[in-house]
């Protein structure tokens, strides 16, 4: 509608901007839904030469180049999820004038880590690159796309048959020799260089002026992935250092939680978004 902002959908690791598609359905309506694929990922090809890994600071500035071109100096309304919502995070603390509304999905940050941890990380770093030149790090193919909707399934038990044959002409292609693969990558597997400063990560938190809504599944995740090095009250006390927080839980979800449940997250959105300056 005119005079309504933008609402920017900004998807996750190893995910695809096509996966926001059940919750735009669901939000109906004639908003302007800006959802690109970061660079490396879906239909955003990766530079030629292939990067040897990625930074986290290009999706910052990559973001940044997406408004110009789309929002030019209209505040936005930014939802990420994962991956995603770290970026939008971040990204709302060194751009708090670009973001109207803020909807973190499942964006918890990294656990904590000390300077005595970079001459391993710089190693890892190192040894995993060579691994990606030497073709060790390669995606999986697949025979055919429903090979890659079973993989799906696989990863999320939740996910409907209907929904993961779609999703997989999306998230995978045919390549040169009929094999289907995962349209992300494989740099994106390397360790990032650079160590995760939480203390930076706060400091941007801090300074994001719009309203926030963090949004968890009901699910747990975190203990899976970190193995006790990093947990959801670890998250949640983080998120105090956010002014103006809200914060929801999405049941019988997962981590894939836009998947899993795209009518309820399309009304937590919805009524988030039309809430009173």
Known sequence: MPGQAPLVLVHGWMDVSASWQFVVDALGGDRHVIAPDWRGFGLTRSADPAPDSYWFPDYLADLDGLLDHFADEQPVDLVGHSMGGNIAMVFSGVRPERIRRLINLEGFGLPETRPAQAPERYAKWIDQIKNLHAGQ??????????????????TN???????????????????????????????????????????EALATYRRITAPVLSVTASDESMSQW????????????????????????????????HHDQPVALAGLITDFLALPD
Do not use: C, F
């Open 137 to 154: 790090a390669d995606l999986k193919t697949y025979d055919n796309a429903d090979g890659v909707a079973r993989r799906l399934m696989k």
């Open 157 to 199: 038990p939740r996910l409907q048959a209907d929904k993961a044959a779609w999703l997989a002409q999306h998230w995978a292609a045919p390549n040169d020799q009929g094999r289907w693969t995962i349209l992300g990558d494989p740099a994106h597997k390397i360790i990032s260089a650079h160590l995760y400063q939480m203390e």
């Open 226 to 257: 970190w193995k006790g090095q990093y947990n959801l009250a670890q998250y949640q006390e983080r998120l105090k250092a956010v002014q103006r927080l809200q914060q929801a839980v999405v049941q019988d979800a997962g981590h894939m939680v």
